[in-house]
């Protein structure tokens, strides 16, 4: 991937840095969220899923998708609690965010 991208977007947000983020999320592994699309499902159109990533995060146009809700249980008993589970491709776009 390219280290950087075209001028005129409204965030300088590299290529490079997506990728890095890609990698520390397949790193983790990681299940699917509510698109249902797996690490190995992303990687299908890897090329495709990470630009599109990072021309919606670099154009200010990326907006999340839904969280897929699991719930688990306690600990020490007394119930479940919820669990988000966001899709890979969010979870990248976080991970860029937090980089």
Do not use: C
Request: hydrophobic letters at 35%; charged letters at 25%; aromatic letters at 8%.
């Amino acid at each position: 991937m390219d280290k950087s991208g075209p001028s005129g977007k409204s965030f300088e947000i590299s290529k490079q840095l997506v990728w890095e983020a890609y990698q520390r999320v397949t790193a983790n592994k990681g299940a699917a969220g509510v698109d249902g699309q797996s690490v190995e499902d992303f990687e299908k159109d890897l090329r495709g899923n990470l630009y599109k990533i990072w021309n919606r995060m670099s154009s200010g146009t990326y907006f999340p998708p839904p969280v897929r809700a699991v719930e688990i249980p306690k600990p020490h008993g007394g119930g479940t609690r919820i669990l988000g589970v966001p899709t890979v491709a969010d979870r990248i776009a976080q991970t860029v965010v937090a980089m």
